[in-house]
């Protein structure tokens, strides 16, 4: 850039502003030498604002006012001496040596000034273009000694500021006049609450009329409030230091303000130049009249009638009240919170509640933020505030009062309900789970959220499970907090897994020893349900004693505690229980082991329970597992305590030896273990069928009374069998045991090895199966068979099951 150039801008800029002074015949300084005397005024330097005495509304009053030069009706945004007026046109507005600016009367009094922080040797007043009169030394203009935008009136300007410095305390806001005619402060102020979390509210005096929704990092939530747009964009400035609220035009060519009238209602305007009007572009509160008047636990939306309405499962505190629309006294819950097993319902489209009890957390996730609710029995409600990618957890400690609701409402909130609120809430199915209130309330049985297993579970991931139970898939979780759970989902496409699976929730969760697995909780969400289980680190009991490596870290005294703890949870289950149930399904691999080895029974899906002194009962349809089936349960479908003692027999049996019943094989003959353990016992020889991993651990005379005890608990007829609890005590006690009778069912399906090249060969030999008809319960089992004409299904079922070869006759 030459010279030239430079001379030219300097001579053009000198020219401009000669002109500019000559065209307005003004100025926009008051100095010390020129004061302002009422009929006079500055304006600014681009003339958009001026400065000056007035009247307002029918008032002869004079006041100091600030309004926009270029619009007609006089619009006044700041006023001076808004509480002292003068009365008449002697008013003059002075600056004095250090910066003071001082309003004078006809007597020379001072009716207003100036508050200065700091000293200015030739002070200034100037009026900006921005609407902001500022006071700073004539050599200095960046830094002011005082400015009208730190006293904002009924008006905030684009670059005035409202909030709160949180070092001095000093609070900025808008208060409404007193009337059209009076600027003097009026009852109503709008500004930034920062209980809680910043939010912007309304007051009439100290009493709350309205409230925004917290800052999210985007808007105050909901449309009610300062929405983004295309005329002006706001900012809230959030900091330990300060909170406070400010604005600017997208367009300075544009005009626009924010103001607080005395009937109290916030209002936005804009300038319409072609209209040559203001236009209000929003009103806060709105007139739909929803701002807090539903009361604690109320909901308002705008389009429903009454518009006040309770939150789900809360009930209005006086009815008659309410019915009369007058809501202020709110709702109250219907079943009081415990602090330990409630949940929480989600309410989505909600004005988030008062803050005035709350408490916030920046970067805690919603997860976090439910643990933190549920770890203070004072929290009630908790939702994620923020909605700029962070995470900002905001928690109620008290009632929750003005909520509203309605699809332009965005915020989630996350309500605590007692347990038994939040059942009914899953869904209709859960109730049918319970034939009646009553047997639900002794439930009280923790409820899962599907999101929750989904994330400990990995979704179901395969690698994840670890089974298959009665009714569909076993998967090991970990919940957030690393306890890790065991999940049994039931499949969807079982209908009869659905019985079972109710059957399962209604018997454990009434259930608790030592001995039986826990159920933690369930989760019935839509289509899924779960139960919940403790998870055991030790897997089954099959998974030990029938694999050959495993079964040598299972010395004699853990299979002799396994053994006694099947028996103590067999007699909790038989005796000591409430409901005194029959398990009907008990085998080794619902034997499940935990860190210790102590063994827990599970599974309870086929577990009945039998009421009084009923001892047995009669099904059409045999469930539960070959091999460890009792005889008349098996053919003839009655089952009793004593058909949970033939299998427990069987169990017994199988740890000792190491071998399955079902799937036996010996040499010489077509026994079952049990057969085959009935000829040793018979020949004095039952040492053979010990596991010989357990036979150098010298505890010979308990693994012999064992076995005979087990022999005593699978005898053909369910009364020669003992009960439970007298097994427990023989278990633990010594002397002579009675003599066992013949076993049920003790002829194998396995078919000899010499045929094992098929298959599907099935036995031959009839001699075979003579031996096999000839013993006791077979035989029994045939002849009622025949005398009550069974049906053919029967027999082949009969025939599959144990391997024998039926001619029909
Ligand atoms: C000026 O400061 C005094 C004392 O700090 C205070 O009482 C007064 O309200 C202030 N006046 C204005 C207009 O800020
Ligand atoms: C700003 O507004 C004025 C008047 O409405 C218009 O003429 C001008 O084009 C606008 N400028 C921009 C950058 O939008
Ligand atoms: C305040 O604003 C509301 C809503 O625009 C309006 O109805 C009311 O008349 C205004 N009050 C005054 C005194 O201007
Ligand atoms: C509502 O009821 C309370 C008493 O519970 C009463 O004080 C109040 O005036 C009533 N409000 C209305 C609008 O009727
Ligand atoms: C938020 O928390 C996460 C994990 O708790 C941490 O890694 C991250 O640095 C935190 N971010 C901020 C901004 O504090
Ligand atoms: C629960 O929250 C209340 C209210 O903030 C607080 O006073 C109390 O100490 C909290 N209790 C616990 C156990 O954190
Ligand atoms: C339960 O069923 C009833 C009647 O079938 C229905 O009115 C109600 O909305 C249902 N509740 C839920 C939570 O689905
Ligand atoms: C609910 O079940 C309990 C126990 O099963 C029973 O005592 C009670 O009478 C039943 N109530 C109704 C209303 O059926
Ligand atoms: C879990 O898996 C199912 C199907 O495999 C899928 O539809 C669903 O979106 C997954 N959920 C999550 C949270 O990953
Ligand atoms: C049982 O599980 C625990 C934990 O997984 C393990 O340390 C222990 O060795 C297991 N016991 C046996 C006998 O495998
Ligand atoms: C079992 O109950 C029935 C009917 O309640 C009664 O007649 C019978 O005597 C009871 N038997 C025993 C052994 O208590
Ligand atoms: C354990 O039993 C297997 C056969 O079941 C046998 O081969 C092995 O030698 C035994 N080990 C010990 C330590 O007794």
């Given at each position: 850039m030459g010279l030239q150039d430079k001379k030219d801008i300097f001579s053009f800029i000198m020219i401009n502003l000669l002109l500019t002074s000559i065209v307005s015949?003004?100025?926009?300084t008051i100095t010390s030498s020129i004061p302002l005397k009422d009929g006079d005024t500055i304006i600014s330097s681009r003339g958009l604002f001026e400065l000056g005495f007035f009247s307002p509304g029918n008032s002869k009053n004079r006041y100091i006012g600030i309004w926009y030069k270029n619009i007609p009706a006089k619009t006044v945004v700041w006023v001076a001496n808004r509480e002292t007026p003068v009365i008449d046109n002697s008013g003059m507005l002075k600056i004095t040596n250090p910066g003071v600016l001082t309003l004078t009367n006809d007597k020379n009094t001072i009716v207003w000034s100036s508050n200065v922080s700091k000293a200015a040797p030739n002070p200034i007043a100037q009026l900006l273009d921005s609407g902001n009169l500022v006071v700073r030394?004539?050599?200095?203009?960046?830094?002011?000694?005082?400015?009208s935008f730190d006293y904002p009136g009924d008006t905030l300007l684009p670059g005035m500021k409202m909030g709160k410095d949180l070092v001095t305390g000093r609070e900025s806001y808008i208060t409404s006049w007193k009337n059209d005619d009076d600027p003097s402060t009026g009852e109503y102020t709008f500004g930034c609450d920062v209980t809680g979390y910043p939010h912007q509210v309304i007051k009439k005096g100290q009493v709350l009329q309205y409230r925004s929704e917290p800052w999210n990092g985007i808007d105050?939530?909901?449309?009610?409030?300062?929405p983004q747009n295309a005329i002006y964009k706001f900012d809230m400035v959030f900091n330990e230091h300060e909170v406070l609220y400010t604005y600017k035009m997208f367009n300075s060519s544009m005009i626009s303000r924010l103001t607080m009238n005395h009937s109290g209602v916030a209002q936005r305007w804009v300038w319409a130049d072609q209209a040559k009007d203001w236009i209000v572009y929003f009103s806060i509160p709105a007139a739909d009249g929803c701002d807090l008047v539903c009361g604690a636990y109320g909901t308002c939306a705008?389009?429903?009638?009454?518009k006040c309405g309770c939150l789900d499962k809360f009930v209005p505190k006086y009815q008659n009240e309410w019915n009369g629309a007058n809501w202020s006294k709110g709702c109250v819950r219907k079943r009081p919170l415990n602090c330990k097993t409630d949940g929480f319902v989600k309410h989505a489209n909600i004005k988030l509640p008062?803050?005035?009890?709350s408490m916030f957390y920046k970067n805690v996730t919603l997860a976090q933020c439910e643990k933190l609710c549920l770890k203070n029995c004072s929290c009630v409600a908790y939702a994620n505030i923020l909605k700029t990618g962070g995470t900002g957890c905001m928690l109620w400690m008290g009632d929750l009062v003005d909520i509203q609701e309605g699809p332009s409402f965005s915020s989630v909130l996350y309500v605590r309900m007692a347990s038994s609120d939040l059942e009914e809430q899953v869904g209709n199915e859960t109730d049918q789970l319970y034939a009646n209130e009553s047997q639900k309330e002794d439930l009280e049985l923790p409820l899962f959220s599907l999101s929750e297993v989904v994330k400990a579970t990995h979704n179901f991931s395969l690698s994840d499970k670890i089974g298959e139970g009665g009714y569909g898939p076993v998967y090991k979780g970990v919940l957030q907090d690393g306890k890790e759970i065991a999940v049994k989902r039931l499949s969807k496409t079982s209908n009869q897994g659905l019985d079972e699976f109710k059957n399962e929730v209604i018997c454990i969760s009434k259930l608790q020893h030592r001995n039986l697995v826990r159920l933690l909780g369930c989760c019935i969400q839509g289509d899924e349900k779960m139960l919940i289980y403790e998870y055991m680190p030790n897997h089954s009991l099959d998974y030990f004693i029938f694999d050959e490596s495993r079964r040598k870290s299972l010395d004699w005294p853990s299979r002799f505690n396994i053994i006694n703890g099947i028996a103590r949870g067999l007699q909790y289950l038989h005796e000591d229980s409430r409901l005194r149930i029959i398990h009907r399904d008990l085998k080794a691999s619902n034997i499940l082991l935990d860190f210790d080895m102590n063994p827990k029974i599970s599974d309870f899906g086929m577990a009945r329970s039998f009421i009084g002194n009923e001892t047995q009962a009669n099904t059409m349809k045999v469930v539960g597992t070959y091999g460890y089936m009792s005889p008349e349960y098996a053919v003839d479908g009655i089952f009793s305590v004593k058909s949970d003692v033939f299998s427990f027999g069987v169990l017994v049996l199988e740890i000792v030896s190491g071998k399955k019943n079902r799937g036996f094989f010996h040499h010489d003959h077509h026994h079952n273990l049990l057969g085959h353990t009935w000829l040793l016992y018979q020949e004095g020889r039952?040492?053979?069928?010990?596991?010989p991993n357990i036979t150098d651990s010298c505890h010979l005379y308990e693994v012999l009374r064992s076995i005979e005890l087990a022999l005593l608990c699978v005898q053909r007829n369910p009364d020669d069998r003992p009960s439970m609890s007298t097994v427990v005590v023989t278990l633990s006690s010594e002397g002579e045991l009675p003599e066992a009778k013949q076993p049920g069912f003790f002829y194998t399906e396995h078919i000899p090895r010499d045929d094992k090249s098929s298959s599907t060969h099935a036995p031959s030999s009839t001699s075979a199966m003579t031996i096999t008809l000839v013993n006791g319960v077979v035989r029994y089992v045939f002849r009622k068979m025949f005398k009550n004409q069974m049906s053919f299904f029967l027999q082949v079922m009969y025939k599959f099951l144990y391997g024998m070869k039926l001619k029909r006759s």
């Amino acid at each position: 850039m030459g010279l030239q150039d430079k001379k030219d801008i300097f001579s053009f800029i000198m020219i401009n502003l000669l002109l500019t002074s000559i065209v307005s015949g003004s100025t926009d300084t008051i100095t010390s030498s020129i004061p302002l005397k009422d009929g006079d005024t500055i304006i600014s330097s681009r003339g958009l604002f001026e400065l000056g005495f007035f009247s307002p509304g029918n008032s002869k009053n004079r006041y100091i006012g600030i309004w926009y030069k270029n619009i007609p009706a006089k619009t006044v945004v700041w006023v001076a001496n808004r509480e002292t007026p003068v009365i008449d046109n002697s008013g003059m507005l002075k600056i004095t040596n250090p910066g003071v600016l001082t309003l004078t009367n006809d007597k020379n009094t001072i009716v207003w000034s100036s508050n200065v922080s700091k000293a200015a040797p030739n002070p200034i007043a100037q009026l900006l273009d921005s609407g902001n009169l500022v006071v700073r030394d004539k050599n200095d203009n960046i830094n002011f000694v005082w400015q009208s935008f730190d006293y904002p009136g009924d008006t905030l300007l684009p670059g005035m500021k409202m909030g709160k410095d949180l070092v001095t305390g000093r609070e900025s806001y808008i208060t409404s006049w007193k009337n059209d005619d009076d600027p003097s402060t009026g009852e109503y102020t709008f500004g930034c609450d920062v209980t809680g979390y910043p939010h912007q509210v309304i007051k009439k005096g100290q009493v709350l009329q309205y409230r925004s929704e917290p800052w999210n990092g985007i808007d105050f939530g909901g449309i009610s409030v300062l929405p983004q747009n295309a005329i002006y964009k706001f900012d809230m400035v959030f900091n330990e230091h300060e909170v406070l609220y400010t604005y600017k035009m997208f367009n300075s060519s544009m005009i626009s303000r924010l103001t607080m009238n005395h009937s109290g209602v916030a209002q936005r305007w804009v300038w319409a130049d072609q209209a040559k009007d203001w236009i209000v572009y929003f009103s806060i509160p709105a007139a739909d009249g929803c701002d807090l008047v539903c009361g604690a636990y109320g909901t308002c939306a705008i389009n429903s009638f009454p518009k006040c309405g309770c939150l789900d499962k809360f009930v209005p505190k006086y009815q008659n009240e309410w019915n009369g629309a007058n809501w202020s006294k709110g709702c109250v819950r219907k079943r009081p919170l415990n602090c330990k097993t409630d949940g929480f319902v989600k309410h989505a489209n909600i004005k988030l509640p008062d803050f005035q009890y709350s408490m916030f957390y920046k970067n805690v996730t919603l997860a976090q933020c439910e643990k933190l609710c549920l770890k203070n029995c004072s929290c009630v409600a908790y939702a994620n505030i923020l909605k700029t990618g962070g995470t900002g957890c905001m928690l109620w400690m008290g009632d929750l009062v003005d909520i509203q609701e309605g699809p332009s409402f965005s915020s989630v909130l996350y309500v605590r309900m007692a347990s038994s609120d939040l059942e009914e809430q899953v869904g209709n199915e859960t109730d049918q789970l319970y034939a009646n209130e009553s047997q639900k309330e002794d439930l009280e049985l923790p409820l899962f959220s599907l999101s929750e297993v989904v994330k400990a579970t990995h979704n179901f991931s395969l690698s994840d499970k670890i089974g298959e139970g009665g009714y569909g898939p076993v998967y090991k979780g970990v919940l957030q907090d690393g306890k890790e759970i065991a999940v049994k989902r039931l499949s969807k496409t079982s209908n009869q897994g659905l019985d079972e699976f109710k059957n399962e929730v209604i018997c454990i969760s009434k259930l608790q020893h030592r001995n039986l697995v826990r159920l933690l909780g369930c989760c019935i969400q839509g289509d899924e349900k779960m139960l919940i289980y403790e998870y055991m680190p030790n897997h089954s009991l099959d998974y030990f004693i029938f694999d050959e490596s495993r079964r040598k870290s299972l010395d004699w005294p853990s299979r002799f505690n396994i053994i006694n703890g099947i028996a103590r949870g067999l007699q909790y289950l038989h005796e000591d229980s409430r409901l005194r149930i029959i398990h009907r399904d008990l085998k080794a691999s619902n034997i499940l082991l935990d860190f210790d080895m102590n063994p827990k029974i599970s599974d309870f899906g086929m577990a009945r329970s039998f009421i009084g002194n009923e001892t047995q009962a009669n099904t059409m349809k045999v469930v539960g597992t070959y091999g460890y089936m009792s005889p008349e349960y098996a053919v003839d479908g009655i089952f009793s305590v004593k058909s949970d003692v033939f299998s427990f027999g069987v169990l017994v049996l199988e740890i000792v030896s190491g071998k399955k019943n079902r799937g036996f094989f010996h040499h010489d003959h077509h026994h079952n273990l049990l057969g085959h353990t009935w000829l040793l016992y018979q020949e004095g020889r039952l040492m053979e069928i010990v596991d010989p991993n357990i036979t150098d651990s010298c505890h010979l005379y308990e693994v012999l009374r064992s076995i005979e005890l087990a022999l005593l608990c699978v005898q053909r007829n369910p009364d020669d069998r003992p009960s439970m609890s007298t097994v427990v005590v023989t278990l633990s006690s010594e002397g002579e045991l009675p003599e066992a009778k013949q076993p049920g069912f003790f002829y194998t399906e396995h078919i000899p090895r010499d045929d094992k090249s098929s298959s599907t060969h099935a036995p031959s030999s009839t001699s075979a199966m003579t031996i096999t008809l000839v013993n006791g319960v077979v035989r029994y089992v045939f002849r009622k068979m025949f005398k009550n004409q069974m049906s053919f299904f029967l027999q082949v079922m009969y025939k599959f099951l144990y391997g024998m070869k039926l001619k029909r006759s």
